[in-house]
């Protein structure tokens, strides 16, 4: 059983910066086997894609709305992934949810079997 803890979350103004962190535990889970993922979840709206690195951490992918602004990160000895955001805009005011899954990295949501519980961001104009 995998357990994914966000923090990191929290209200800054617009233009200002926040770190994301996850931290992966489970008793017979290979944090480095599993492609991580950020999502995020407005209201009102469906969860989307934001960031994604596969499991070796060789290769990174963004949602356009971020690219630029947003960097994810992995440290496979810490069993931990983050999220370095940037020049925040009010539009990025949501939940934000890692994700992990086996095999290759997905934009797609419900190919992920498991999340955290979410850590709230709201970007103030």
């Known amino acids: 059983q995998v357990q994914l803890v966000e923090s990191g979350g929290g209200l800054v103004q617009a233009g200002g910066s926040l770190r994301l962190s996850c931290a992966a535990s489970g008793r017979t889970f290979t944090f480095s086997s599993y492609a991580m993922g950020w999502f995020r979840q407005a209201p009102g709206k469906e969860r989307e894609f934001v960031a994604g690195?596969?499991?070796?951490?060789?290769?990174?992918y963004y949602a356009d709305s971020v690219k630029g602004r947003f960097t994810i990160s992995r440290d496979n000895a810490k069993n931990t992934v983050s999220l370095q955001m940037n020049s925040l805009k009010p539009d990025d005011t949501a939940v934000y949810y890692c994700?992990?899954?086996?095999?290759?990295?997905?934009?797609?949501?419900?190919?992920?079997?498991?999340w955290g519980q979410g850590t709230q961001v709201t970007v103030s104009s």
């Open positions: 994700a992990a899954r086996t095999l290759r990295l997905s934009t797609t949501p419900s190919d992920y079997n498991t």
């Open positions: 690195i596969r499991p070796g951490g060789s290769s990174t």
